[in-house]
C-alpha cells in the first residue's frame, strides 16, 4: 500500500564508496523528485524527472546520477561518497510538473558518510 | 530567484494553545503555496495548500491565506494538541518543473 517507497532507510558507508538509493512510487506519477534535507533540517532539490526525462538539475555534483528506468522509479547513484552528502534524501512523485500539485514523499534515505 | 523565510523555531506550546506560524515568500510570477507537516521519523506530508491569491486552504483544523499584498502564507490554529508536534515547512511552488522550494522549517512542541 506504500505510496512512495525508499531503499535502504539507513545508510552508513566510509568516504570515497558508491551507493545507490532506489525509489518507486506506485501512484501512476508522471514526475519525481530528490530533495537533500541536511542536519539543520533544511530542504533542497536536487533532481526532478517527468516521463523518465530529467528535467531539474539543481547544480548538483557530477557524483550523483540521478537514472529513471520507467516513470514509477527514481534511482539516486552517489560516486566517491563525502562527509558533505551526510544527510536524509527524499524521493517525491507527483501526478505532473504543474506548479499546483501536492507532492508525495517518501519516508527517506538516513545517509551517513564516515 | 525565489524564496521562503519562514520564523525560526522551536515554538513551544500548552495544549490548547493558539498556533501562528509567519510565512512569507519573494516570487517572480505567481506561485501555489504550500504547508508541509514532517513528524519525526518520517517523510513530509501535505497539509494544506492554495494557488491563488486570497484563497485560503484548510485541513485538521489548520488554516493559511494566500496573501499577495504582503506576500505572506502564514499557518494559524485555534487549539493544538500534542500530536501537532512536528516541523512545519512553508513551501511554494516554482512552474519550472514544479519544483517546492522550501522555507527552513519550524519545529512545533506542544506540551500536554
Known amino acids: 500500500d506504500t505510496a512512495v517507497s525508499q531503499t535502504p532507510k539507513y545508510l552508513v558507508t566510509q568516504m570515497g564508496n558508491d551507493k545507490s538509493i532506489k525509489c518507486e512510487q506506485n501512484?501512476?506519477?508522471?514526475?519525481m523528485y530528490w530533495y537533500k534535507q541536511d542536519s539543520k533540517k533544511f530542504l533542497k532539490i536536487m533532481f526532478s524527472?517527468?516521463?523518465?526525462?530529467?528535467?531539474i538539475n539543481e547544480t548538483v555534483p557530477n557524483r550523483f546520477s540521478p537514472k529513471s528506468p520507467d516513470k514509477a522509479h527514481l534511482n539516486l547513484h552517489i560516486n566517491s561518497l563525502e562527509l558533505g552528502d551526510s544527510a536524509v534524501y527524499f524521493c517525491?512523485?507527483?501526478?505532473?510538473?504543474?506548479?499546483?500539485?501536492?507532492?508525495?514523499f517518501g519516508p527517506g534515505t538516513r545517509l551517513t558518510v564516515l | 530567484g525565489d524564496s521562503v523565510t519562514q520564523m525560526e523555531g522551536p515554538v513551544t506550546l500548552s495544549e490548547e494553545a493558539f498556533l501562528t506560524i509567519n510565512c512569507t515568500y519573494t516570487a517572480t510570477g505567481y506561485p501555489s503555496l504550500f504547508w508541509y507537516v514532517q513528524y519525526p521519523g518520517e517523510g513530509l506530508q501535505l497539509l494544506l495548500k492554495?494557488?491563488?491569491?486570497?484563497d485560503k486552504g484548510s485541513n485538521k483544523g489548520f488554516e493559511a491565506t494566500y496573501r499577495k499584498e504582503t506576500t505572506s502564507f502564514h499557518l494559524e490554529k485555534g487549539s493544538v494538541q500534542v500530536s501537532d508536534s512536528a516541523v512545519y515547512f512553508c513551501?511554494?511552488?516554482?512552474?519550472?518543473?514544479?519544483?517546492?522550494?522550501f522555507g527552513q522549517g519550524t519545529e512545533l512542541s506542544v506540551k500536554p
Open positions: 501512484l501512476g506519477h508522471d514526475t
Open positions: 517525491a512523485s507527483s501526478p505532473s510538473q504543474g506548479a499546483s500539485n501536492e507532492q508525495f
Open positions: 492554495a494557488t491563488k491569491a486570497d
Open positions: 524527472y517527468n516521463n523518465k526525462e530529467l528535467i
Open positions: 513551501a511554494l511552488s516554482d512552474r519550472v518543473g514544479g519544483k517546492l522550494i
